[in-house]
């Protein structure tokens, strides 16, 4: 490989699977008409998309009909969450901005925050407590956090929801974890599997009390007029490989991220790192470095050849920090997040790690510390 | 409760700015003192409560100056 950097982004956006690659190609070519068309060209972009259904349908162990493709994992949330429910909507402290954005554009009431412990796990009895008030008919709860990795006890909190529905944003998880047995409406995103971007994926389950929350509902069930073929088939072909391989690369890529938060905590001092050690998503760990600015250790890090993301306000587009690790009391600047991706080495890792404490050193020499 | 012995004013500060002046100037008070800092910044709210966590220190809680910016109170354990 000649471009050494060191991704470790994945969080964000997964590097093209190479199953994806040839698919995408040959689908570009095959697959440009209006599948709703009655010509020969309209029909094959049809087959095309019925076939990515079915690959998605079959990765995920659902039925081809529950299956929805939208324009982006965000789309695939506001969908799958605004089709729920009617009154008020709860959501965990430490959902995705996409949750909380569709929360507060649905103009529902109430919209109740459900608190997390110190690992960022949703408090089950928040849930009760929220649903028992009696004007909460849906509740929203992640299948694992996209900062800090945590699952949720979706089990625990379906069987808390009672005659509520419930919505699962799998958009950190799908693929890369089984499909949780838990959920009304579940959403994913292609690119954070190795898919191309533009590619959400909303799972509604047959018994589910569902509708289209937006115009047009003839097409509720033909995705909203949804034409980007090629993409819905490279996105199906990267989840079918992704589950195929996760058991190995779940495996690897946990004992990598237990290796950076082992030596991260004995190696940095004073040093955050957020997140339960476990009970976690294999590929991405977040930590926080006291007296640096966030801003300056993602830059040092791009010197260095390493491209990580943070939760720190001062890379925020909003200047906020992070809600997630304000949530479970973490400390918000000097933040970053590590995300691997399926072909992230130790050697890689360990570059990174070797690297650190002399960053974060330097960092806080300049501070005057 | 006893007052702070010093007050930093970190206004118009960003972070993490006014948590390297709260760790600068934390020996500038006895154990058993309260340190004191006015931060308009909004990441100080979550960001002094972790840092005397991390550093061993009591966080005493948050108080509003009259010009309505926060001053976070910090007791100094060690």
Known sequence: ?369 | MTGPVVTLDCRGQACPRPIIELGRHLGDVEVGEVIAVAADDVAAHHDVPAWARMRGQEFVGEVEAEDGVPVYRIRRLS
């Open chain 1, 1 to 369: 490989m000649t471009d050494s950097f060191i991704y470790l982004d994945a969080a964000s956006a997964e590097p093209l699977h190479p199953a994806a690659r040839d698919v995408l190609l040959a689908a570009a070519d095959q697959g440009y008409a209006d599948p709703r068309r009655l010509h020969r060209p309209a029909r094959n972009a049809g087959l095309l998309l019925e076939n990515a259904r079915e690959v998605v349908a079959e990765a995920l162990g659902v039925r081809r009909d529950e299956v929805l493709f939208t324009s982006s994992g965000t789309s695939a949330v506001h969908t799958g969450l605004l089709g729920l429910g009617s009154r008020g909507i709860a959501h965990s402290a430490v959902e995705h901005q996409a949750v909380l954005d569709a929360a507060r554009w649905s103009q529902r009431s109430p919209v109740t925050e459900l608190a997390v412990d110190a690992e960022a796990r949703v408090e089950v009895d928040a849930v009760r407590t929220a649903v028992a008030a009696g004007d909460v008919d849906v509740v929203a709860v992640q299948q694992a956090n996209h900062e800090v990795g945590t699952l949720q006890p979706l089990d625990e909190v379906a069987s808390a929801v009672g005659p509520a529905t419930l919505f699962v944003d799998a958009g950190a998880s799908m693929g890369r974890l089984p499909l949780p047995a838990a959920g009304d409406a579940i959403a994913g995103s292609a690119r954070k599997w190795g898919g191309p971007g533009g590619v959400g994926v909303l799972v509604v389950r047959r018994s589910a009390r569902w509708r289209w929350p937006f115009p047009g509902e003839e097409w509720s069930r033909t995705d909203q007029g949804f034409t980007n073929i090629p993409g819905a088939l490279a996105a199906a072909a990267a989840l079918q490989a992704v589950v195929a391989e996760r058991e190995e690369v779940n495996a690897r890529q946990h004992e990598l991220i237990s290796l950076v938060r082992e030596r991260v905590r004995a190696e940095i001092p004073d040093v955050d790192v957020a997140g339960p050690a476990e009970d976690r998503l294999p590929h991405l760990v977040t930590f926080s470095a006291l007296y640096v600015d966030g801003e300056a250790l993602v830059t040092a890090l791009d010197r260095l050849g390493a491209g990580v993301a943070s939760g720190s306000a001062c890379t925020s587009d909003t200047r906020e920090p992070s809600r997630v690790l304000a949530a479970m009391g973490a400390l918000t600047h000097g933040n970053v997040r590590l995300s691997l991706t399926r072909d992230t080495t130790r050697e890689d890792v360990e570059r990174v790690l070797d690297a650190l404490p002399g960053i974060v050193k330097d960092l806080r020499a300049e501070a005057g510390l």
